[in-house]
């Protein structure tokens, strides 16, 4: 049974940055491409990274290039998004993901092509 369960939400300031951890069981980090998503109220859900293993490839959708980096640990079957310069425009609830489609999912980050989710991390950036 796939599970996702993301953590590592929380208040921040502007220009501060954290560290969300998405714990996956179930698969092989190789078998599923895992991706990280955010909704901010009232507005549709949109793809901010996705990683592949297997590939050897990341997607970042354009706004968080540069700030925003993805990595997995094999070991501990963990994806990690770590967030730096972080401004209010990232305030969202932020979910994990994992997806069979690796090729389409890591190519186009679209949540439409993920089939597995978690529950999501509430991340807050204020003053």
């Known amino acids: 049974q796939v599970q996702l369960v993301e953590s590592g939400g929380g208040l921040v300031q502007p220009g501060g940055s954290l560290r969300l951890s998405c714990e996956t069981s179930?698969?092989?980090?190789?078998?599923?491409?895992v991706g990280w998503f955010r909704q901010a109220p009232g507005e549709e859900r949109e793809g901010v990274s996705v990683i592949s293993t297997k590939e050897r490839t990341t997607w970042y959708r354009e706004s968080v290039k540069g700030r925003f980096t993805i990595s997995a640990d094999d070991a501990t079957n963990t994806v990690y998004l770590d967030m730096h310069s972080l401004s209010p425009a990232d305030t969202a609830d932020y979910y994990c993901a994992a997806s069979s489609y690796i090729l389409s999912a890591v190519g186009t980050g679209r949540p439409g092509l993920f089939e597995y989710w978690g529950r999501g991390t509430q991340v807050s950036v204020s003053a």
């Open positions: 179930g698969f092989a980090l190789e078998n599923l491409a």
